[in-house]
């Protein structure tokens, strides 16, 4: 969406949309830290599903950084961790999983 001038400068745009995006340390982080996060869960799905199923689980590229019972609960420890949930992927622990065929 186009939206009308604020009025506001540049610098203050740039600042908010900064803050929006986790701030100039999210921009620091290694854009692969998601892409290990994807590959140590594929790893570990198994074994967490088995301890933890029926669960969510947050992984981030060094290991499970949260798991809880809920996508909220999840996500709220992952963030009071101080870790940038962007660089984690959540997913929830299906012992049944359906199995598509494409």
Do not use: Q
Request: glycine share 8%; no cysteine.
């Amino acid at each position: 969406m186009i939206e009308k001038p604020s009025g506001r400068s540049s610098e203050d745009e740039l600042e908010e949309l900064l803050a929006h995006l986790g701030g100039t340390e999210a921009l620091r982080d290694d854009p692969n830290d998601f892409r290990k996060a994807v590959n140590r869960l594929r790893t570990e799905r198994d074994l967490l599903t088995e301890k933890h199923p029926e669960r969510w689980v947050s992984m981030g590229k060094d290991g499970v950084v949260s798991i809880g019972d809920s996508i909220e609960e999840v996500v709220t420890a992952t963030e009071a961790k101080g870790v940038n949930t962007g660089n984690v992927i959540v997913e929830y622990l299906d012992p049944n999983p359906e199995r598509l065929i494409l």
